[in-house]
C-alpha cells in the first residue's frame, strides 16, 4: 500500500510544511527557518507527489529512501514528515526540547522517516550509493531521495560519491541540491565556487536539472522527468530557492545562514502566512 | 540497525505531569558562560591579531566557521592574509601545510569535530609527521554543543595525543586564551588548540595566573582532594573546590592545558602527597584523554594515589540543552561536588 491520492493540492501541502516549521521555530525561539521555507516546495513535491511511503510504517521494505544530508534542514524534513503522518502533529511542541524525538539536527535513531543521522555535512551522498548499490542488490525498485545543501559542494566525499554514482549508473538515485546561495560565513559564491554546476555535473554523467525550486510546477516537472528520462544515470536537480519564502519579511531580511527572528515575529511570520493560505 | 523507536515518542500529557523547567537546546553559537560571569569578547581573534602585527608569517585560514571561531577579528583587520576555503576540512589542512611549508604560520579553524574526525589523516600526514608550522585552533570541544554528536568533540584530545609531534592544549578562559596564542606562534610545529569563542568567561585572572606552555600550575592547594582538570572543567573544580569547603571538605585543583606533553614532573609530585584522594576531570570521553594520561603516568611511575577520574561515558550523547546533559553525564559544579562526596563517604 502507499499514500492514498489525494486531493489537498501541492501548493497547500507546501504552506502546510511551512506552518508547521514556524510553529517549531516559535517553541524554541530559533531553528533553520528561513531554509525550511526555502525547501519547503522541494519537500512538499517529494512526499505528496514523487515518493512511495506508508505513512504508518516508515520503515516499509518498499518505500522510497530519503536522505536528508544537511541534517541542519531537520526542521523542514520533520514538517513533512508531519504534514505526511509519519510523526504526530502535537509533537512539534517538543522540537528541540530535552528527550524530544525532534532534536534540532536530524538522527537516525530519534525520529521515524529520518533515514540517515546528519550534522556532519558532507555524508549522504556516500550512504545514498550504498543504498542504490544495496537496492539494486535485493533487485527492489525503490529509489533513493537524498537533499543535500549548496555548502556541501565545498566537501571533497560530495564529488567521490557523484562519481561513484555514475560509474555505477545508479539511476535509481535522485538527488536534490539546494542552491540558496547561503553558507556560514555568507553567501556560498564568496565561498569556494562551484559555477557552472549544471555543466560540471552533466560533465560527470549525471542526468541533470536546474530549477526554480519555488516553482512547484518546475519542480514536479523535474522530479517527473528525473524518475523517467535519466537513461541508466544519476539524477540531479539543482533547485536554486530563496531564504525565507513565503514570509514576505523574512524573504527581505539580510541573508544569513541564522536569519534573525524576534520573538514576537513567529506570530508575524504565522499571520503572513495565513493571509497566503491556497485553496 | 538502531530501530527509530531507540527513543521513545512522548507519553500522552497526564494531568499531574511534573512541572519541569524547559531548557532550549544550546545553540553553537551560545556562549559557554554563566548567568552574570565576567567575559571577555573574542579572545583568540584579537590575540592572533596582535601577535600578527609583529610577525608577517601568520596568515589565517578556515572552513566556512570564521565567524564560529572568532576568526573574523583577523579577517578585519588582516583581509589580505585571510583564506576562506570553503566547506572543505581536509582541504583546509592540507593547504595550510602547503602554506607552512613555504614559511608561513597558518592558524587554521574549524569546530574540534571536524578537525578530529573529517581531517583527521590530513592534519596526521600532511601536517604531524612533516612537522609542519600549522596552529589548529577548534571550537565546540568537548560536549560544548547540544547538537548531537555531530558536533560534540568528546574524543578530540584522545585523537590530537595521539599524534606524534603534536601539541594538545585545553585552555580554561579568556585569560588563558590570551596568552597561549602568542607562546604557541612562538612554539615551531604543530598544535592542537581547543578554543572557547563569544563571550569568553574569565576567571583565572583572579588567580595570578600565567601560561607557559608544558606547565601545569597549582590554582589553589587542599589536603583531602586533589582535582586534576583541564579546560573548562578547572572553572567547575574551581567552583566545585568552593562549594565543598563549604561542606569543610579541603581541595585543591590543579590546573593542566597542556595535553601533551604532559608537565609529568607538577603532576607526579602533586599526585605522591600522601593521603588525598586525586581525580581528574575532563570535559572528554574517559577514553583516552587527560584522566588516563595521568592514570599511565602514575603506574609507569609507581606512584598510586586514591584515584578517580570525571568525564563523559563512552557513548554516544544525546542532544538537548547542555545544562541538562552537563548534569547528566556527571561534569557540571553540582555533579562534581556529589560524587567527589560519594567517593569520600
Ligand atoms: C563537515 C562540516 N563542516 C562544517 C559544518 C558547520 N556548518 C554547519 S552549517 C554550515 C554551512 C554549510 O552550508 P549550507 O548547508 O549551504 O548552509 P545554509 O544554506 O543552511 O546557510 C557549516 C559550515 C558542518 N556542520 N559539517
Ligand atoms: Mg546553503
Known sequence: MTISPSNVSLERRAWNIRRHAIRMGEVQGQGYIAQALDIA????????????????????EGR?????????YAIALYAALIEAGIVPEDELETYGFDDSRLPMSGMASYTPGMEMSGGSL???????????????????????????????????????????AAHYKLDNLIAIVDVNNQQADGPSTSMLGFEPLAEKL???????????????GAVRAAFDAAKDANGGRPSM?????????????????DKNHFIRVDAHEWQLALAALDERKPA | MKPATAHPAPAAKGADAPA???????????????EGQRTKPAPFGHALVECAKTDPSIVGMTADLGKYTDLHIFQQAFPDRYYQMGMAEQLLFGAASGLAAEGFTPFATTYAVFASRRAYDFIHQTIAEEDRNVKIVCALPGLTSGYGPSHQAAEDLALMR????????DPCDAHEIEQAVPAIVAHKGPVYMRLLRGQVPLVLDEYGYTFELGKAKMLRDGYEVLLISSGIMTMRALEAAKALEADRVDVGVLHVPTIKPLD???????????????????????????????????????????????????????????PTLHDRYGISTDALCAQVKGWLK
Not at chain 1, 519564502?245 to 527581505?252: T, V
Not at chain 2, 575532563?282 to 594515589?305: F, Q, S, W
Open chain 2, 162 to 169: 595521539a599524534i606524534p609531534n603534536m601539541t594538545v592544549i
Open chain 1, 237 to 253: 536537480i539543482i533547485a536554486d530557492t530563496l531564504m525565507g519564502k513565503g514570509i514576505p519579511f523574512l524573504e527581505a531580511r
Open chain 2, 264 to 322: 609529568t614532573a607538577t603532576l607526579l609530585e602533586a599526585c605522591a602527597k600522601p593521603g588525598r584522594l586525586v581525580v581528574v576531570v575532563e570535559n572528554h570521553t574517559v577514553i583516552g584523554g587527560l584522566g588516563e594520561a595521568v592514570a599511565g603516568l602514575l603506574m609507569r611511575e609507581g606512584v598510586h594515589p586514591a584515584f578517580r577520574m570525571i568525564g563523559l561515558p563512552d557513548e554516544f550523547l544525546a542532544a538537548g540543552a547542555l
Open chain 1, 122 to 164: 558532507g555524508l549522504g551522498l556516500s550512504i545514498a550509493v550504498g543504498k542504490c548499490l544495496g537496492l539494486k542488490r535485493k533487485g527492489s525498485d525503490s529509489r533513493v531521495y537524498t537533499l543535500f545543501s549548496d555548502g556541501e559542494l565545498d566537501e571533497g566525499s560530495v564529488w567521490e560519491a557523484i562519481m561513484s
Open chain 1, 64 to 72: 522510497d529512501r530519503f536522505l536528508l544530508s544537511n541534517g541542519h
Open chain 2, 20 to 34: 519541569k523547567p524547559r531548557l532550549t537546546t544550546s545553540a553553537m553559537i551560545a556562549s559557554i558562560a554563566g
Open chain 1, 202 to 216: 552533466a560533465a560527470f554523467n549525471w542526468f541533470v536539472q536546474r530549477v526554480d525550486g519555488n516553482d512547484l
Open chain 1, 41 to 60: 516546495d522541494v519537500l512538499a513535491t517529494a512526499y505528496f507527489h514523487a515518493m512511495r511511503y506508508e505513512p504508518q510504517n516508515p520503515e516499509w
